[in-house]
């Protein structure tokens, strides 16, 4: 995955978690629905003035705009954890539930 679908992926969290559509994020700074979609799919980049407006939308830094750890939803590390306990161990899957026990208490 290259930098700009890493800032796009990014931006779409964000705006999902504001509970923003492309459209209101859109007219929040100043741009074109079309041009938030291109930029959350990583066609394009934008402006320094936009990354500002942006930021500011978010209540964010613009280099916390590019904190690019992308964090799966809730339902597919569920998933994912489900089809690697199809294919664990009994061995594996108590160490599994160790640890995880270990962490989350």
């Known amino acids: 995955m290259n930098s700009l ?3 796009g992926r990014r931006l779409k969290e964000l705006r999902k978690r504001r509970k923003l559509t492309q459209e209101q994020l859109a007219e929040l700074v100043d741009l074109d ?3 938030i ?3 959350e799919n990583g066609s394009c980049f934008t402006t320094f003035d ?3 407006k942006i930021a500011k939308v978010f209540d964010l830094k613009i280099h916390d705009l590019f904190y690019s750890e992308y964090k799966k939803p809730k339902d597919a ?3 994912e954890m489900n089809e690697i306990f199809l294919d664990a161990s009994d061995e594996d899957i108590e160490l599994i539930y160790k640890i995880v026990t270990a962490v989350v208490r």
């Open 5 to 7: 679908q890493l800032f």
């Open 33 to 35: 629905p079309k041009q």
């Open 37 to 39: 979609c291109r930029i």
């Open 50 to 52: 936009t990354l500002e």
């Open 77 to 79: 590390l569920i998933k």
